[in-house]
C-alpha cells in the first residue's frame, strides 16, 4: 500500500495533485469496468440467443464475456486501490491541515496572553 512517494517529503499541492489524480484515474476504471460489464452482458444474450443454431458460435459468445467479466473485476479492483490510496493521501493533507490550524491557534493564544498582560 505504501509506494515510493511516501517515503520523500512532498508539498500539499504535490498531494492534492496526486488525490486528483487517483480519483480520475479510478473513475476511468470505474467507467470502463461498466462498459465492459454491459458488453459481457450483451454477449451471454446473443450466446443464448445462439445456442439453438451453433453451439460453438454461443460458447465462443460465453468465453469472450468470460474474458469480459475478469478483465472488468480487475478495473474494479485497481478502482478500489486507487480510491483508497486516494484517500490516504487526502488523510495525510487533512492531518497537516489541522496541525497548522493549531499552529496558528497557539500563536493566537500566545497574543491573546501578551494582550492581557500588557
Known sequence: MFSDKDLVARSIEDMAEEVADLQALARREREKSEALRQMEIELRRK?????????????????EAESLREESQELMRLFMEHKLRAAEVQRRIDIHDQIESLDS????????ARARRG
Open 47 to 63: 450466446s443464448v440467443e445462439t445456442r439453438p443454431v451453433s453451439d460453438e458460435l454461443a460458447e465462443s459468445f460465453w468465453q
Open 105 to 112: 491557534y497557539d500563536e493566537v493564544w500566545r497574543e491573546a
